[in-house]
């Protein structure tokens, strides 16, 4: 099959996207709006950027409901703060129900049974339960589109990080086993991180 993105509804695009872009990462985006209601989305367009200085990036879509952005982006967009809390298997019920869209005055903590905690460098919450953590300021918003399907590109600066000793090995490096991270892939179905093979990169041909 060859496809051009414009013969097609986007929604198939979409599930062809979805399903062959795999694993992705899941980002747990903490917010809170203007009034300090708070609010927590996971996105799963979402990875790093770099590390010096270190980034992040999500992409919310514009909700296909009511062709609207979603509380998230709206929140950002007012206050220029968020949260990545890293998901693991044990949170994958509680992420889930954090999912569903909510009138932007229900707080999706109270939703999902999760603890929120204060951040140290920005407003929003941090979700407890999680072991990792990662403060951001807004430093861009690219707006893609703002059809059905459409979505911006909103990129944060990491102002503070939190790693819950339990998942460390020495300073600086994450014990998968015990963080037990998971990925989103197509329809209903995630995936575990627990088979492991190593590839040992060829040196670098650069003087």
């Known amino acids: 099959m060859e496809i051009k993105p414009e013969s097609i509804p986007w929604q198939s695009l979409y599930k062809i996207m979805i399903g ?6 899941i980002g747990w985006v903490s917010s809170v709006d203007e009034n300090g209601i708070p609010n927590l989305a996971p996105y799963s367009f979402f990875n790093a950027v770099c590390p010096n200085p270190p980034h992040v990036l999500f992409c919310p879509n514009i909700r296909s409901t009511d ?9 950002v967009r ?10 693991t298997e044990p949170l994958a019920k509680a992420m889930n129900l954090s999912a ?17 905690i204060p951040s140290q460098m ?25 059809s059905p399907g459409g979505g911006s590109v909103v990129i944060g600066r990491v102002v503070h990080v939190h790693v819950d000793d339990s998942v460390l090995i020495g300073d600086d490096k994450i014990d998968l086993a015990k963080l037990q991270p998971i990925g989103r892939l197509a329809g ?12 040992v990169r060829p040196p670098s041909q650069i003087k």
Do not use: W
């Open 78 to 87: 007012a206050t220029g703060e968020f949260v990545i809390n890293i998901v």
């Open 20 to 25: 062959s872009i795999v694993p992705r990462p």
């Open 188 to 199: 209903t179905s995630y995936t575990r991180v627990t088979d492991l093979f190593d590839l």
């Open 100 to 116: 569903q869209e909510l009138p932007a005055h229900i707080n999706e903590f109270e939703v999902a049974g999760l603890t929120m």
């Open 67 to 75: 062709n609207h952005p979603k509380d998230t982006l709206n929140n």
């Open 122 to 146: 920005v407003k929003p919450p941090r979700v407890k339960e999680s072991p990792i953590h990662y403060e951001c300021n807004v430093v861009q918003i690219v707006d893609l589109s703002d």
